[in-house]
């Protein structure tokens, strides 16, 4: 095929950011957290409105995130509102499932340590603190609203570690999302 040729089987988990190979990052129909501009070392609030980083005498951080609100998810006829929950559902099942940010986010303890304070606000406590990790975590871009998750976050919180990986690995990356858009961006 030619480079710029996208090709597509139908089955094919599209909108699904946790399977391999999916086109998500083609459409671009979804934005980070924030960016990161190299060339003046500032931040770019995207979704998150702001941000707060807490780090504690006992080498672990917190990082509090304050999502921008009016934001909506599209999938074509219908929205939802974006909010701390979307956030939260794409980081549990990364951590979770898949042991993202391990060992800073502990994914045995990731009940604890990503926390939904209200609807706008989302809180992750990093086991060992680091001075770059968070910078990733606010680089993530949220691809589909919670209520399309909400079958694997709930499976994944009464399973231990093993039986989670299992899951994710053979359940959620096969998964075919349903597409859903953020706008207004």
Do not use: C
């Not at 960016?35 to 003046?40: F, G, K, R």
């Not at 990503?114 to 990733?136: E, H, K």
């Not at 694997?152 to 990986?165: E, S």
């Amino acid at each position: 095929a030619i480079p710029t040729t996208i090709i597509y089987a139908p089955g094919v988990p599209v909108w699904n950011p946790y399977a391999p190979g999916n086109l998500m990052g083609r459409a671009q129909t979804w934005t980070a957290l924030a960016a990161y501009n190299t060339l003046n070392g500032k931040w770019w609030p995207l979704l998150a409105d702001n941000w707060t980083i807490q780090v504690l005498p006992n080498g672990s951080g917190i990082l509090t995130i304050h999502l921008r609100r009016g934001l909506f998810w599209y999938n074509g006829s219908a929205t939802i509102p974006f909010t701390a929950w979307d956030v939260y559902a794409y980081f549990y099942i990364g951590v979770k499932g898949f042991h993202w940010y391990n060992p800073y986010i502990n994914y045995s303890h990731v009940d604890e340590d990503i926390r939904v304070i209200d609807n706008y606000t989302i809180q992750f406590l990093f086991q060992r603190w680091s001075p770059t990790q968070y910078m990733y975590l606010l680089m993530s871009a949220p691809q589909t609203p919670y209520p399309v998750w909400k079958w694997a976050v709930d499976t994944l919180k009464v399973m231990n570690t093993t039986q989670a990986w299992t899951f994710s690995h053979n359940n959620i990356t096969k998964y075919v999302a349903p597409y859903w858009g953020l706008s207004p961006w």
